[in-house]
């Protein structure tokens, strides 16, 4: 692993005081200890080392993993779980998307320009013709999360009236509700947010349409939530996938999914960030067969196994299982799972 950069390191903005101390590797959140896993330590440190600055992705592996075996938006999943972990500390971790993260101290790094004037005819127009044209759904968020504003266009996509949403929250337009939208405004996203994949929207007669989303989410320097900016964009319903493949860390938690979406009956936003197995197997055995095919040098294995599907009911795949091994140490690992 990278060597740890030094400390002790101590970052405030408003109400919010986060201290790191490397030497015996604590977080303490507003006084609060704050459990980590080693990656997440090693993620935040590299990123107290450079307090208001963007350390870029290439340069974040770098630090942390010094190689990288798995897709690079992989990376956003430790600090997804980081944000979760730090509580009103996590607001501080700021995605400059294209370029990398920032951890910000102070007012002026941490916060967003406010969003723009939301009454202001000629902006909400602007969308309105916008919506017409492209058959997409424009809606604007308040400061409570509420819907304040959407688009006529979501009467000829759904069914709804634009009234009918105006003062309720939007993901209880989604029909497995309490997804990424929730949780993108409530683990602290500031600046741009995509949906990982398709959601399904409920329209007002009882049917469904596929979307994905795209907001702009404001914060103020105080890391309040100050509203948002979404838009919907109708796509085909995603096809099941007949092979998936899993990634998971050394400890083996599930850090993604491949492609993001529902697979033997799983939806990957239920399990991604938790222990996962599709034998059924235990942690403790998990590991104990992990170790073994370490000692007999096998970083690759194809095995057939028995996997658990969301009811419980058991379907034979094929996986071949990847080894990250560094050190004679598993790092990180995945399984390619057909299944055919």
Not at 10 to 29: G, K
Not at 145 to 159: C, E, I, P, Q
Not at 183 to 196: K, L, Q
Not at 224 to 238: F, H, N, Q, S
Request: proline content about 7%; some cysteine.
């Amino acid at each position: 692993m990278p060597q740890t950069l030094p400390g002790p390191f101590s970052v405030t903005a408003s109400d919010c005081r986060l201290d790191i101390d490397v030497a015996s590797r604590t977080v303490r959140a507003n006084g609060v200890d704050v459990p980590l896993t080693p990656t997440e330590f090693e993620v935040l440190v590299c990123l107290a080392a450079r307090t208001n600055s963007v350390v870029p992705l290439d340069g974040l592996i770098e630090a942390v993993w010094g190689e990288w075996f798995g897709p690079r938006g992989h990376v956003s999943v430790h600090v997804h779980h980081l944000r979760r972990k730090l509580g009103a500390c996590g607001g501080l971790i700021v995605t400059r998307r294209g370029f990398g993260y920032m951890l910000a101290s102070g007012t002026d790094g941490a916060a967003y320009p406010p969003p723009p004037g939301w009454g202001a005819s000629t902006f909400l127009d602007v969308l309105q013709a916008d919506g017409r044209a492209r058959a997409v759904i424009w809606m604007v968020s308040s400061a409570d999360r509420s819907v304040a504003w959407v688009s006529a266009s979501v009467t000829h996509l759904t069914g709804w009236m634009p009234h009918e949403l105006v003062g309720r929250l939007p993901w209880e337009f989604i029909t497995q509700s309490d997804r990424s939208s929730r949780v993108a405004v409530d683990d602290g996203v500031a600046g741009d947010f995509e949906t990982p994949g398709p959601v399904e929207l409920r329209c007002a007669d009882g049917s469904t349409i596929w979307v994905t989303a795209s907001a702009r989410i404001f914060r103020g320097p105080d890391g309040r939530y100050l509203g948002g900016l979404t838009e919907c964009r109708p796509v085909d319903p995603p096809a099941a996938p007949k092979s998936f493949t899993l990634y998971f860390d050394a400890d083996s938690t599930l850090l993604a999914v491949e492609p993001h979406a529902p697979f033997l009956g799983w939806d990957p936003e239920q399990v991604i960030g938790s222990y996962f197995s599709l034998a059924g197997i235990d942690p403790s055995a998990s590991k104990l067969a992990l170790d073994s095919l370490v000692a007999t040098g096998q970083a690759d294995h194809r095995v057939a196994l028995a996997a658990v599907t969301s009811d419980g009911a058991v379907s034979p795949v094929m996986a071949t299982l990847r080894l990250e091994i560094q050190s004679g140490r598993i790092v990180g690992y995945s399984g390619e799972v057909s299944l055919d």
